[in-house]
């Protein structure tokens, strides 16, 4: 099985950053890339940002470009998508999900992390 653990959600004013972090354990070799999700109270949830665990290809969502980073690194056996946060504004207060998808997912993510809220004060 995969496990995923969120951290870094916070509240932050307008303009500031905030970096999360995605820890992924147990069988990180059956996983091919790791994303970020956000949903917000009485929305849908949003695609934000996508890795792929090798190579160089990123993948961001229309609202966040330019203005969140997603990078990855590895802790020993465990993998770690990190997502940088810049320019916040309001509209970006929702919480934060990460996933991670099995390399046989062409398009869905198999695998979720509990979230963690981020909150953005005007």
């Known amino acids: 099985q995969v496990q995923l653990v969120e951290s870094g959600g916070g509240v932050v004013q307008a303009g500031g950053s905030l970096r999360l972090s995605c820890t992924v354990s147990?069988?990180?070799?059956?996983?091919?890339?790791a994303a970020w999700f956000r949903q917000a109270p009485g929305k849908e949830r949003e695609f934000v940002a996508a890795?792929?665990?090798?190579?160089?290809?990123?993948?961001?969502g229309d609202s966040v470009k330019g203005r969140f980073t997603i990078s990855r690194a590895t802790d020993n056996d465990k993998k770690i998508a990190y997502l940088q946060m810049n320019s916040l504004s309001p509209e970006d207060t929702a919480v934060y999900f990460c996933?991670?998808?099995?390399?046989?997912?062409?398009?869905?993510?198999?695998?979720y992390g509990q979230g963690t809220q981020v909150t953005v004060s005007s």
């Open positions: 890795i792929y665990w090798s190579g160089d290809s990123t993948y961001y």
């Open positions: 996933a991670a998808a099995r390399w046989d997912s062409l398009y869905d993510y198999n695998y």
């Open positions: 147990g069988r990180t070799e059956t996983t091919s890339r």
